[in-house]
């Protein structure tokens, strides 16, 4: 066997599928696909996944929110995703639920280094990648949980409401988020800092929102630690609004002892246009 095979088996072990195979189960009922994506072939998992996202069939919902849960396989993983993505808004109160419970990759912790891309941050939470793919229908159910007691849960559905407004302009979360940002500085809940980080990454996939601005910038002006400064400032970057109040505080930081600060201040500096 040739490497090129080799590599072939392992993704066809991993849930890999071509559309040939799907044919011989479109037929299935979806009590039958289910039986299918609880069994222990992982090609079948897959086909079924794939199928019951094509029917939209609401009763496979559960079903694919228990398979997401406990899938290994990548690619039947992909599929159980794209398939509950599909279904759409009947599968987001299901996957609320399952924020913060699927895999151990979310943080729990304010990073070490600054985030240099572009892009918005790619949704660790499982659950929440799947109602990133959903989007705008996802928002209200989004914003509702916020007000959750749970606030690693709440920290994953931020990551969600951040990226579905970069992705989509969605920008009904703006308000909400706001209310968050002062009742986070205010109580100085979540004394790790994390939730706070959180919600002002959220504010960089709200591209030209004046209302964020000046509560990112009364951030600037307090003593919090370096990962909320130098996010601060990339969300300033993100945010592309060029007042000179936010050429002054920005220009602040470009001379900071702290490189990763120092950094976020010149990227942010180049982002919002201002001259060397």
């Avoid at 070490?112 to 790619?122: A, R, T, V, W």
């Avoid at 659950?127 to 007000?147: N, S, W």
């Avoid at 579905?164 to 979360?173: E, S, V, Y």
């Avoid at 100085?188 to 509560?215: M, N, Q, Y």
Wanted: glycine share 6%; charged share 30%; proline share 7%.
């Amino acid at each position: 066997m040739n490497f090129e095979e080799k590599k072939r088996k392992n993704r066809r072990k991993r849930g890999q599928i071509s559309p040939e195979d799907i044919s011989p189960y479109v037929d299935l009922p979806t009590e039958g696909l289910v039986e299918m994506l609880q069994g222990t072939d992982p090609q079948k998992r897959t086909i079924a996944a794939v199928i019951l996202g094509d029917l939209g069939d609401e009763r496979g919902i559960l079903p694919l929110c228990s398979a997401l849960t406990t899938e290994k396989s990548l690619y039947s993983r992909i599929a159980i995703s794209e398939a509950l993505s599909k279904i759409g808004e009947p599968s987001v109160a299901y996957l609320i639920e399952l924020l913060g419970e699927i895999g151990k990759n979310q943080e729990t912790m304010l990073p070490d280094h600054y985030f240099k891309k572009k892009s918005f941050p790619l949704v660790r939470d499982m659950a929440g990648r799947t109602m990133v793919q959903i989007g705008k229908p996802a928002t209200p159910y989004l914003i509702d949980f916020l007000e959750s007691s749970d606030e690693f849960k709440v920290q994953q559905a931020l990551d969600v409401v951040g990226a579905i407004a970069a992705k989509t302009g969605d920008r009904r979360a703006l308000n909400p988020l706001l209310t968050h940002l002062e009742r986070e500085t205010r109580d100085c809940r979540g004394s790790d800092g994390v939730t706070l980080w959180k919600i002002i990454r959220a504010f960089s996939g709200f591209k030209k929102s004046e209302k964020a601005v000046d509560p990112l910038l009364e951030i600037l002006e307090r003593d919090y630690p370096p990962p909320i400064i130098w996010e601060t400032l990339r969300t300033l970057g993100q945010i592309r609004i060029a007042t000179p109040q936010v050429r002054e505080r920005v220009g602040s930081f470009i001379n900071n002892e702290q490189p990763e600060v120092r950094v976020a201040a010149e990227n942010a500096w180049k982002l919002l246009g201002f001259a060397p």
